[in-house]
C-alpha cells in the first residue's frame, strides 16, 4: 500500500512553462519533505513544510501543505531545463522514518 | 550543511560474494540512520533503520540475514549485502538524521552506491 500518492509521475514540457505536483495521502503526517534527485545521485532536501496550511517560497518554486498535513503540492512557475529530474515527496512518520511517493519525472525541454 | 558520504560509490561483484557499503556524516554525529533502496525509475525504498549501539529495525519484507547492518559509531554505519545475487542490484542509499536549527528532524541523504551483481 502506496501511503503517499504523487502525480503526475512523468511530465515532459516547455521551457518557461508552469507546472504543479501533487502529493496526497489518507494519513497525517507531522511534516512532509520534498526532495530533488539526478541521476546516480541522493536525493537533496529542497524544503520541508510543517504546518498546516504553511506556504514556502523557494525562488521559483512555491510549496504548500495542506490544512489537515495531508497533502502537499509543489509548484514550478517558468520552468527551467536546470529544473529538470526527479522530484519525491516524503512525508515524517514515527521513528523518524521517512514515507516516500512514487516520485514525479521531470523533464523541462529548452 | 550537513553533509553524508558513501563509499563505494560504485561496485561490481560477481553472484555470491559478499559487499560492504559504508555511509558516514561528516560533520555532524547521526544516532539514527537509514538505508534505502532504489530501482531504476522508482522511488526510495526504506531498508532498516540503523540506531547506534543497537540492533537495527528492518522493514517488513526485508531479509536481516540478507543485508546486514552495524552502526559501530554515531558518524559510521555500514550496510553488508551477504551472498549477493543478480536481483540485489540496485541504488543504495543512505541517510543521516540530524536534529535541525528549526527543532525538528531533518534527514539528509549520501550520493548513493550502484552495485551490480554479475
Known amino acids: 500500500t502506496q501511503l503517499l500518492e504523487q502525480s503526475p509521475q512523468f511530465l515532459s514540457i516547455q521551457e518557461g512553462e508552469n507546472l504543479t505536483v501533487y502529493c496526497n495521502s489518507s494519513?497525517?503526517?507531522?511534516?512532509l519533505q520534498w526532495y530533488r534527485q539526478e541521476p546516480g545521485e541522493g536525493p537533496v532536501l529542497l524544503v520541508t513544510v510543517v504546518t498546516g496550511g504553511e506556504v514556502k517560497k523557494l525562488k521559483r518554486l512555491t510549496f504548500q501543505f495542506g490544512d489537515a498535513r495531508k497533502d502537499s503540492s509543489l509548484h514550478i512557475t517558468a520552468a527551467q531545463p536546470g529544473d529538470t529530474g526527479l522530484y519525491l515527496c516524503a512525508g515524517l512518520r514515527q521513528g523518524g522514518k521517512l514515507i516516500f511517493g512514487q516520485g514525479t519525472e521531470l523533464s523541462v525541454k529548452p | 550543511g550537513a553533509v553524508v558520504s558513501q563509499h563505494p560509490s560504485w561496485v561490481i561483484c560477481k553472484s555470491g560474494t559478499s559487499v560492504k557499503i559504508e555511509c558516514r556524516s561528516l560533520?555532524?554525529?547521526?544516532?539514527?540512520m537509514f538505508w534505502y533502496r532504489q530501482f531504476p525509475k522508482q522511488s526510495l525504498m526504506l531498508m532498516a533503520t540503523s540506531n547506534e549501539g543497537s540492533k537495527a529495525t528492518y522493514e517488513q519484507g526485508v531479509e536481516k540475514d540478507k543485508f546486514l547492518i552495524n552502526h559501530a559509531s554515531l558518524t559510521l554505519s555500514t550496510l553488508t549485502v551477504t551472498s549477493a545475487h543478480p536481483e540485489d542490484s540496485s541504488f543504495y542509499i543512505c541517510?543521516?538524521?540530524?536534529?535541525?536549527?528549526?527543532?525538528?528532524?531533518?534527514?539528509?541523504f549520501g550520493p548513493g552506491t550502484r552495485l551490480t551483481v554479475l
Open positions: 560533520d555532524f554525529q547521526a544516532t539514527t
Open positions: 541517510s543521516a538524521r540530524n536534529l535541525g536549527t528549526s527543532g525538528y528532524n531533518e534527514q539528509f
Open positions: 494519513s497525517v503526517f507531522s511534516s
